[in-house]
Nanobody, 117 residues
């Protein structure tokens, strides 16, 4: 099983990034997918979640209207489009998979996002 994030980097405030997460080794369409983030000294927090077929999404209040989560069940990919980035969005961003009953969960290794001028 692998979740491999990519797309992080350094961006100026107000800029955009698109994170990608490539999934393999499990039946992707059976898992809800989420993005979490963790800044130094802070607990890991949920950023966004998308259901198994993408019919429903949820976002943290801090990113609503700026971030968009999406998935491609053919390519086994999940994405996080991040617009209007702020310095407080700086964190290590993780991809997370959970099946319906929560009995099977997986984490990626994370990709760093730094928002700074």
């Amino acid at each position: 099983v692998q979740l491999v994030e990519s797309g992080g980097g350094l961006v100026q405030p107000g800029g955009s990034l698109r994170l990608s997460c490539a999934a393999s080794g499990f039946t992707f369409r059976n898992y809800a997918m989420s993005w979490y983030r963790q800044a130094p000294g802070n607990e890991r927090e949920l950023v966004a979640t998308i259901t198994r077929v993408g019919g429903s999404t949820n976002y943290a209040d801090s990113v609503k209207g700026r971030f968009t989560i999406s998935r491609d069940n053919i390519k086994n990919m999940v994405y996080l489009q991040m617009n209007s980035l702020k310095p407080e969005d700086t964190a290590l961003y993780y991809c997370y998979a959970k099946n319906t009953y929560g009995s099977s969960t997986y984490w990626g290794q994370g990709t760093q996002v730094t928002v700074s001028s």
